[in-house]
């Protein structure tokens, strides 16, 4: 991290910090000013799960801390929290870091300028640092009309001149802040015609329901922390129910759905685990919900200095992958082989956390795991990247269980998890989009 640059949070958890700075407040309350029809919700709507685990990675950082409790009138006492010093610094710089491109301008960018005008900020700086940036990249597009344009890059060409007459407008005064953020939401949408249509169907919201029942999931050790946040966020959503969670390498799982363990719900890491339940009459209607990448796990600061796949050949690095039955072994290999690198794991671990574990624990140098593993893994481990020419793309299908007790719940859950709310969550632990 450069000096004096703002710490690398999430634009949830920036927002959380922009809020807090107008005064405490408990998780609740700052849920409800990110609903989507709220004017900071119209540029960044968060679901509360998310505000309640952006306030636990912010007192974790050390940028804001609990004052007490406050009641409840209809559950247990919620946690009031207030922004430290250092909070306060961090979000001022960030609020002052212009955006890198274009297509942060419709959310991170127009986020900046929402929280800065609600804190009194003068706007000036960012703008100003803002054009510096993007002028050369829009003056190096081409023009719309020029003959033969595809439609992406006339879209380029649109969203571009929008900005650039959107970033004049604030900097000359035309508008305020607040007038101009509406604006440029309309028209950063609409920047490539007037058609109230889309080319891409919204995700299926979650409608309130009366649905009662406790139900059990089966899902692959890689989405425990998603998972849990859905879980919590599901239960939050439809007050009669329960969702219990075993997490385990997806082979695993697929056996015990196949030998009949009282489940309702499979969430593999792979399509053929899945399958397997499929074509034993154990499941159907299997839906890919997220995708995943692998990189390479190595212990905080990176000792051994891993910087690619061939290292983990060298002499004296030790690593460890998941067993090959299990998808994150399985994908492993593969791009060992796509490397064409040969080196011997010191072990082979039951699923993906085993592989975690014993890089945290400093017992191996480094492990292939997903991105995602290695986002959850925080402060206490490096990830290293493997180029995208090496990597493999890991889908995540999941399908309600033949052995179902409640078979409403439990598909139920599975349309949560493919809500927008649902995919929000996944996309919060890095986890990418199913399509």
């Known amino acids: 991290m450069v000096a004096n640059s703002p710490p690398d949070l999430s634009l949830t958890e920036w927002v959380v910090l922009g809020l807090l700075a107008e005064g405490p407040a408990h998780g609740f309350a700052l849920a409800r000013q990110l609903r989507p029809d709220t004017p900071v919700g119209r540029v960044w709507a968060v679901p509360r799960p998310l505000v309640y685990r952006a306030l636990t990675r912010l007192e974790h950082a050390g940028l804001v801390r609990p004052l007490g409790e406050e009641a409840s009138p209809d ?65 190096a597009l081409d023009d719309p009309v020029e003959a033969g344009a595809d439609v992406v890059a006339r879209w380029r060409s649109e969203i571009a001149r929008a900005t650039a007459r959107f970033l004049h407008g604030l900097r000359a005064g035309v508008c305020s802040t607040a007038v101009g953020v509406m604006v440029a939401v309309a028209l950063l949408a609409a920047a490539c015609g007037t058609s109230k249509e889309t080319s891409t169907p919204p995700a299926p919201t979650v409608q309130p329901s009366k649905l009662q029942g406790d139900i059990t999931v089966l899902a692959a050790a890689s989405l425990t922390g998603a998972f849990t946040d859905i879980g919590k966020a599901f239960e939050a959503d439809n007050s009669g129910t329960k969702v219990t969670f075993s997490f385990d390498a997806s082979s695993t799982l697929a056996t015990q759905a196949n030998s009949g363990a009282p489940a309702d719900v499979f969430a593999s890491a792979d399509e053929a685990n899945l399958q397997k339940v499929i074509n034993a009459g154990n499941a159907s209607e299997a839906a890919v919900f997220a995708r995943n990448r692998l990189a390479i796990l190595a212990g905080k600061g990176n000792p051994k200095g891993i910087r690619g796949l061939k290292d983990l050949a060298r002499s004296g690095v030790s690593f460890v992958l998941c067993a090959a039955p299990v998808p994150c072994g399985k994908y492993g290999a593969q791009v060992l082989q796509k490397a064409g690198v040969t080196a011997q794991p010191k072990s082979f671990e039951a699923n993906v956390k085993g592989v975690v574990a014993k890089v945290q624990t400093g017992e191996v140098d480094a492990g292939i795991v997903y991105v995602t593993d290695v986002k959850a893994g925080g402060d206490k481990v490096e990830g290293v990247d493997i180029p995208e020419a090496d990597n493999v793309i890991a889908s995540y299908p999941l399908a309600v269980l033949k052995q179902s007790g409640r078979p409403n719940v439990a598909q139920a859950f599975k349309g949560y998890v493919l809500s927008s709310i649902g995919q929000q969550i996944l996309a919060s632990y890095g986890f990418l989009p199913a399509t």
């Open 75 to 139: 559950g247990p006492p919620r946690s009031v929290y207030r922004l430290e010093r250092r909070g306060r610094s961090a979000l001022y710089r960030w609020l002052d870091t212009p955006v890198d491109h274009l297509r942060q301008v419709r959310t991170e960018l127009l986020t900046k300028l929402v929280l800065g005008e609600r804190l009194g900020r003068d706007p000036t700086r960012l703008v100003e640092a803002q054009e510096s940036i993007f002028t050369p990249l829009i003056d």
